[in-house]
Each structure stands twice: as C-alpha cells, then as structure tokens.
C-alpha cells in the first residue's frame, strides 16, 4: 500500500490565526517532508524529517514548524498566518536515498 | 545551488500528436535526473529517473535521455493518449540527498481527443 494521506482536502484560515495540516503513510518509511506550491511557480521544500531529525530550510526557517511523533505521521503548523501562506502544501515520504517520494494528494489552503 | 528550468508552462496536443518537453539544469553535482507526473486531483508520482550512469529512462511509452553537453533531459513520447493529461515536472536529485528534489516549473499537458 503506497499511501500518502493528507488533512484536510481543503483549510480555510484567518490572517493571524495557527494552520496545522497534518500527513501520514502507511509505508514505514524513515523521511518525510513537506513542499509548498503556488501557481506558476515550482514546488518548494520547506523542510523533512529524517527519523527525528527535522531538517528545515534555510529561508523558511521561521515560518514553519513541524512534529514527528511517531514514524506514519507528520503535521506542518504555521503560527500566525499571513496571506502569503496561501498555497498548496504537499506532503511526502521515502526512503533516505531514494528517487522515489511519495506524495500525497495535498491540503490547499486559503488564507483570508 | 541546483536548479531545473522548464519553459513551457502549457502544452496543447492532440492524441496521437509527439510530446516533448524542454528541461534543463544546473548543478555542481552528478545528480539524478527525475520526471514526475500529476495527474488532476492527485499528488506528483514518479514517471522516470535518468543517471549519469545510463543516461535513458523509460516508462509508459515516455523517454528522457540525459544529455551532459547541453546539461538537459528532455521528456518525449511519440503518441500522447487523453490519459496523458496533467502537469509534468523535471527534477533533480543530488546524489547526497541531503537537499531533497528540485523541481522545474512544471509544463501542464492537455491532451484532446
């Protein structure tokens, strides 16, 4: 079963106000990471967990925060939520090394 | 850093008609060249991966083939079917994985009958 899910489909929030969207697999794998995509522009790494090593990047370091309690899930928090956090966010798993993530189908959020 | 550049936002075709993307990238690496595939309502599943070791990837009837003088890996198919509607993105892998993928812009397809 190579599943990815994601919650909510849709999240609608307030400038201002926390987001959490939360990711789980099913596939064991040991990284997971979190991309955010906004129209016309490439999917962006925010940061990944590998085991419980969270690694953010650099330019969003204090925009996103993330736990792992365990290995299947994943939740990215935000918060204080500005407009310019409208995006889609995408959640993925692998195996450290591999090609291969698997992504799920993604939470698109819509801040007001 | 690594980059992947893809020009063509959208790409409209009609079955049976020739696909071909442009990708290109920079990297001081050796990477791993990655096309992944979003099919509508979906998240972006791996289409193919091409390293500098074969140099040709192949799936579902879609090629890329590395090409380390013009830095590029361009994807084609010869005859595009309606299913092969959705937005395709090129990506690139360092073989350290310590930075996850990067992605190119993505160029949607739309296939019609």
């Known amino acids: 079963d190579t599943t990815v899910k994601q919650n909510p ?98 939470t698109r959020l819509t801040v007001l | 850093g690594d980059s992947v550049t893809q020009k063509q936002g959208q790409v409209t075709l009609s079955e049976d008609d020739f696909l071909f993307i442009n990708c290109t990238y920079s990297t001081t690496t050796y990477p791993t060249l990655l096309w992944y595939v979003q099919y509508l309502g979906q998240g972006p599943q791996l289409l193919l991966k091409v390293t500098t070791a074969n140099n040709k990837g192949i799936s579902r009837g879609f090629e890329a083939t590395y090409d380390k003088g013009t830095t590029s890996f361009h994807l084609q198919k010869a005859s595009v ?33």
């Open chain 1, 9 to 106: 489909r849709y999240k609608l929030a307030r400038v201002g106000k926390p987001v959490n969207l939360i990711c789980s697999q099913t596939m064991n794998h040991d990284t997971m990471y979190w991309y955010q995509k906004k129209p016309n522009q490439a999917p962006k790494l925010l940061l990944f967990y590998y085991d419980k090593i969270l690694n953010r990047e650099a330019d969003t370091f204090e925009k996103f925060q993330s736990s792992r309690p365990n290995n299947s899930f994943c939740s990215l928090y935000i918060g204080s939520a500005g407009l310019e956090y409208s995006a889609m966010y995408l959640c993925a798993s692998s195996d450290w090394g591999g090609e291969t993530l698997y992504f799920g189908s993604g």
């Open chain 2, 81 to 113: 079917q309606e299913s092969d509607s959705a937005v395709y993105f090129c990506a690139l892998v360092e073989n350290n994985y310590a930075q996850g993928l990067t992605f190119g812009l993505g160029t949607r397809v739309s296939v019609f009958p």
